[in-house]
């Protein structure tokens, strides 16, 4: 069945220190989304990326999406305590009406 | 800003006894989720709804699970019979397009004993 998957599952950084997040799908997806989860919280929408190849920035996060429309990956610069969180990726399959969410990178920064 | 509200905040039920949760969805959303995230895991699909019936539905949402949008605005999950791995925090979400921002509540904890 479908899956994406998401590595590494746990990171460790230095306040200022950079963190990537890589998700891959089994399959071809239609779109994919990012969510951030703060501990004890529920997910909350980053991005979306639906065109093959597209790279979106948010501040410190940059957005890629795989030319082949399989993979993706979140970049933070200079990690903040801020960001601490668990962070998803959510892949939407052609004619499906469901995200299916990666396993998530946890990440703490320490100060 | 609209949210998405879910009730209750925590449900404690015995294993076999049938569990409502309800979900208040944005106002002018179309497309209705239920998740689940068991405590350190991840987000798992249970089922989407649109247009007054279920339009995904994940091998996890069996016989026992149940969606209703009984009145227009609350969007509900029962499960009619729970066992100890039903255990889990509930997410409702809802968005405005297919495919768009999912908006999630704040989650419903389930612990069945």
Known sequence: ?111 | EPEVTQTPSHQVTQMGQEVILRCVPISNHLYFYWYRQILGQKVEFLVSFYNNEISEKSEIFDDQFSVERPDGSNFTLKIRSTKLEDSAMYFCASSGDRPGELFFGEGSRLTVL
């Open chain 1, 1 to 111: 069945g479908q899956q994406v998957m998401q590595i590494p599952q746990y990171q460790h950084v230095q306040e200022g220190e950079d963190f990537t997040t890589y998700c891959n799908s089994s399959t071809t997806l239609s779109n994919i989304q990012w969510y951030k989860q703060r501990p004890g919280g529920h997910p909350v929408f980053l991005i979306q990326l639906v065109k093959s190849g597209e790279v979106k920035k948010q501040k410190r996060l940059t957005f890629q999406f795989g030319e082949a429309k399989k993979n993706s990956s979140l970049h933070i610069t200079a990690t903040q305590t801020t960001d601490v969180g668990t962070y998803f990726c959510a892949g939407l399959v052609y004619n499906f009406n469901k995200f299916y969410f990666g396993s998530g990178t946890k990440l703490n920064v320490k100060p």
